[in-house]
């Protein structure tokens, strides 16, 4: 969930779209260990996941 933006929601289907994921690491460029948005790990990882009604309301007061 802590890769989802916006653009990744559709009220209108009720779905929130699941294409990326949030990692802590550290790459080679980095200099510590900071947050990075990746694709999924795997084809299966890509989904979309139904918006219930209490999460419609909560997204709707934003």
């Not at 289907?13 to 990746?38: A, C, M, P, W």
């Amino acid at each position: 969930m802590l890769a989802v933006q916006i653009s990744d929601i559709d009220l209108e289907k009720g779905s929130i779209d699941v294409n990326k994921t949030l990692v802590y690491q550290r790459y080679l460029t980095d200099e510590r260990k900071e947050f990075h948005i990746e694709p999924p790990k795997t084809k299966q990882s890509y989904r979309k996941v139904p918006i219930n009604s209490i999460c419609r309301k909560y997204i709707q007061m934003r």
